[in-house]
């Protein structure tokens, strides 16, 4: 039976409006809204034509949804981003649904995150506890005072699922929830910088532990502002401790701050903010660095960006690659077995590309449809 709450998920996913599939399938865009509303059926030929144009298969769309709860945190609220934030937590969903799938053959890393403060805590956590809690964190991670070499696989071997994804958004960076007790982040792939995914993920890692037990009217009291700020701030934190930077550099000048950019695995930016709000350079000295960094143009780019490839999620591609070596799977059961697309598979799962998609499979297609 067509489920009509999947038509819509497909389209966020793919970012296109009910008049924009409407017509590039050949039908009118009240019949979308009517499919979508679930007061008409799709036809089985409109059923063929909406699957090929949205490239997934006719059976995912009579799936039932999961059922998950779980608060999205999204960087930007910008009124010209919703479509990007539909898109975001769309393909949040099908990364969802392709983990849970194949998480019946395989057992993912057990969680291992410091515990979220409760609801009356959240709502009232102070930068200090958001310190304490940064630092619990990378003590259970047992990291001492050093910077963190692969944030990524420290999150993956800790239970959290990640997938990157082109959001095409200026101002989007990312997003996260809780599905099933279990943290998911999306990261948008659009600003590939290793700096600023490190961040970003730390960022994100901080919505996941302080703002877990948060409802949506919590969030709204709050203010997304100020929640924002809380999960910058534990990012920093997280990648830039405080006691080790407090034994860095004295003298703090962009030069050393480069030196330090390269250590920590932190943007100058990031560390200039860090300094200051540790009350290691005041005002003064913090308008200055940055007067001198707009000066030099970095904020179009910093030096050295360039010269580190940004970490990539590898959990999903182990798995895939596990059960084609030893599960006794076939590149086209993981596609049946999931119902999402070989591209969407490679996409989500971070897989190089072919790993799924390959002839064979596009020439079983075929052979398919002359049956
Ligand atoms: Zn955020």
């Not at 099908?94 to 998480?103: A, D, M």
Request: proline share 3%; charged share 30%; glycine share 4%.
């Amino acid at each position: 039976m067509f489920n009509p709450e999947r038509l819509v998920l497909a389209r966020s996913a793919r970012r296109i409006n009910q008049e924009e599939l409407a017509n590039k399938i050949g039908y009118s865009p009240s019949m979308i809204s009517r499919w979508e509303s679930g007061s008409n059926l799709p036809s089985a030929e409109a059923l063929v034509k909406i699957s090929k144009e949205l490239n997934i298969s006719e059976r995912w769309f009579s799936l039932k949804l999961p059922k998950y709860k779980g608060i999205y945190q999204f960087r930007s609220l910008k009124r010209t981003d919703i479509s990007a934030r539909y898109k975001a937590k769309a393909r949040l969903a099908f990364f969802y649904e392709i983990t849970k799938t194949l998480e019946q053959w395989v057992d993912y890393p057990k969680l291992n995150l410091v515990q979220s403060p409760n609801q009356t805590e959240a709502v009232n956590i102070t930068y200090k506890r958001i310190e304490e809690l940064a630092e619990e964190q990378r003590k259970l991670w047992k990291l001492g005072r050093r910077p963190i070499k692969n944030l990524t696989r420290l999150l993956e071997s800790s239970g959290v699922m990640i997938t990157k994804d082109w959001l095409d958004s200026d101002d989007m960076d990312g997003v996260s929830t809780w599905i099933n007790d279990r943290p998911y982040i999306l990261v948008a792939k659009d600003k590939n910088n290793y700096f600023r995914n490190r961040f970003d993920n730390a960022h994100e890692l901080g919505h996941i532990i302080l703002h877990k037990k948060l409802s949506d009217k919590d969030c709204e009291s709050i203010g997304h502002k100020e929640i924002e700020q809380q999960a910058n701030h534990f990012a920093s934190c997280l990648l830039m401790p405080s006691a080790s930077l407090s034994l860095s550099y004295r003298n703090i000048t962009l030069e050393n701050l480069l030196i330090e950019k390269r250590y920590w695995g932190s943007s100058v930016a990031a560390l200039i903010m860090r300094n200051h709000s540790l009350g290691l350079i005041d005002n003064d000295h913090k308008t200055r660095l940055f007067r001198n960094y707009s000066y030099r143009k970095w904020r179009y780019g910093e030096p050295y960006d360039d010269d580190f490839e940004v970490e990539k999620p590898e959990l999903m591609y182990n798995t895939i690659k596990l059960l084609l070596s030893e599960g006794g799977f076939q590149k086209e059961d993981i596609i049946d077995r999931t119902f999402y697309s070989a591209e969407d598979l490679e996409e989500l799962c971070i897989l190089p590309r072919g790993t799924l998609s390959n002839l064979d499979i596009q020439r079983r297609q075929k052979l398919r449809l002359l049956i």
